[in-house]
């Protein structure tokens, strides 16, 4: 039987499907965290590392098209298997275990719903950047002269907004729950969810995504609260207005002229 029929047309397949594409998400969100952290260390880090991204160019775009279609196809499976399991829900319910397992998957879907409208309006705030305003966000340079984008600058604003920043932090809630499911059905899908392995996995997983909420929490909290400052002196209220973390000047003019100086030089 092709592998495809099997993973798409039979149940246990469709788990199976829910649950890779979830481990390659799961990987994803884990490895975006560890990215973001880097916000804690100098400007330079963070600003450095989304260049290199960046400068991957058409491997980039290989990446991101890998996980919108594992994104596709994770939301495709989970719509039919909402449907399989309607069709196949005895009219009352007879114990209250099915009960559970029923709300369960009910809030799955209403977080996963809400994540997918984060995730969307995500890309237009940081990645395309329409939410602000053309020009919203500044450049940088960096100490060996490079130009790059100032993502530290556009986090630290990008959150200074309490509204928004609540909003994040509900939708990484919400994620966060929808995970620590997610993990826990994973695992049963692959049939590792046996009865001496189940409370034990369990407990790993709501660690887990609690660490996973907090991680998120802290940045977007140090950042509200102006516990993480702006460094550039082209953004309005940076905070080196003597001397300059970024490159070393020790003056505002100084410091203006040094960006000026390196933009003309990348240009
Ligand atoms: C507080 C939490 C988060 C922060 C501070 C954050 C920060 C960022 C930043 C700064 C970028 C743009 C990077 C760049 O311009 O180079 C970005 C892109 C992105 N983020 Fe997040 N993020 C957060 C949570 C999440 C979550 C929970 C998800 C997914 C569930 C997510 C998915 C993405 C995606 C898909 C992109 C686009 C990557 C690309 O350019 O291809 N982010 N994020």
């Not at 829900?89 to 209250?96: A, F, L, S, T, V």
């Not at 609540?166 to 997610?182: A, D, N, P, Q």
């Amino acid at each position: 039987m092709n592998i495809l029929h099997v993973l798409f047309k039979t149940s246990i397949g469709k788990k199976v499907a829910m649950a890779v594409t979830g481990f390659i998400l799961f990987g994803f969100v884990i490895g975006h965290l560890s990215g973001n952290l880097q916000i804690f260390a100098h400007p330079d880090k963070i600003n450095g590392y989304a260049h290199l991204l960046e400068s991957l160019g058409p491997a980039l775009w290989v990446i991101r098209l890998f996980l919108i279609v594992t994104v596709v196809v994770h939301i495709w499976v989970a719509v039919q298997l909402t449907f399989e399991n309607r069709a196949a829900r005895p009219d009352g319910y007879q114990k209250q275990i099915t009960l559970r397992a029923t709300l369960a998957s009910r809030y799955m879907r209403w977080s996963g719903f809400v994540v997918l409208a984060f995730i969307v309006y995500h890309i237009l705030h940081f990645t395309v950047r329409v939410t602000h305003g053309p020009g919203a966000y500044p450049m940088t340079v960096l100490a060996d002269g490079t130009v790059v984008r100032d993502v530290h600058s556009m986090m630290v604003l990008g959150f200074q907004n309490p509204l928004l920043a609540t909003c994040y932090l509900i939708s990484v809630g919400l994620l966060s729950w929808h995970l620590r499911h997610g993990l826990v059905s994973m695992f049963q899908s692959i049939g590792l969810r046996t009865r001496p392995w189940s409370r034990f996995l369990e407990r790993v997983s709501v660690i887990f995504c609690v660490l996973y909420f907090l991680g998120n929490a802290l940045i977007v909290v140090a950042a509200m609260t102006g516990q993480i400052r702006i460094q550039n002196p082209l953004v309005a209220g940076y905070a080196c207005r003597d001397a300059c973390d970024v490159c070393g000047a020790i003056n505002t003019e100084a410091i203006v002229e040094n960006v000026d100086v390196a933009k003309d030089n990348q240009s």
